[in-house]
């Protein structure tokens, strides 16, 4: 299961903006940048003390950032948290009867295995298994 929280994901209109702001208001250091084409999204992950950030914006609207942002507005995407197997991680969710977006894992911008949980298991949260 889970050993700890490895980043926090934002969903962010303007990316570039976004990050000015976060290295402006929390000192914030961008550590890697990519783009999707396939996920339709460009992330950024930035560093804040200890913990990272993902702000996240779409490249198109019918991707699942667009459509989270043309639902809900910017904000709060997921939570992800790091697991060290990630095998028994979303066996142990199927376990607990939790509904999974990810059956199997898949390779995140990070270059990690990552699969997703649905938010309608998790109280509303879009939660995310990183490996490693």
């Known amino acids: ?14 990316l ?6 976060y290295r402006n208001a929390l000192g914030a250091e961008l550590v ?11 992330a950024a992950v930035l560093r804040v003390g200890d913990d990272e950030i993902e ?9 699942p950032v667009g459509k989270f942002i043309a639902k809900r507005g910017p904000g ?12 028994v991680a979303l066996a142990g969710a199927r376990e607990a009867g939790l509904e999974l977006i990810d059956s199997e894992p898949r390779i995140g ?11 309608k298991s998790m109280g509303g949260v879009l939660t995310e298994f990183v490996e490693g």
């Open 32 to 42: 890697h940048r990519a783009a999707s084409e396939a996920e339709g999204l460009e």
């Open 1 to 14: 299961m889970p050993n700890q929280i490895h980043h926090v994901g934002v969903a962010v209109a303007d």
């Open 109 to 119: 911008l990070h270059g990690r295995r990552i699969a997703f949980v649905h938010p």
């Open 16 to 21: 570039d903006e976004s990050i000015r702001l």
């Open 76 to 87: 709060l995407h997921h939570v992800a948290y790091r697991v060290t197997d990630i095998d």
């Open 55 to 63: 702000l996240m914006s779409a490249l198109r609207e019918d991707s």
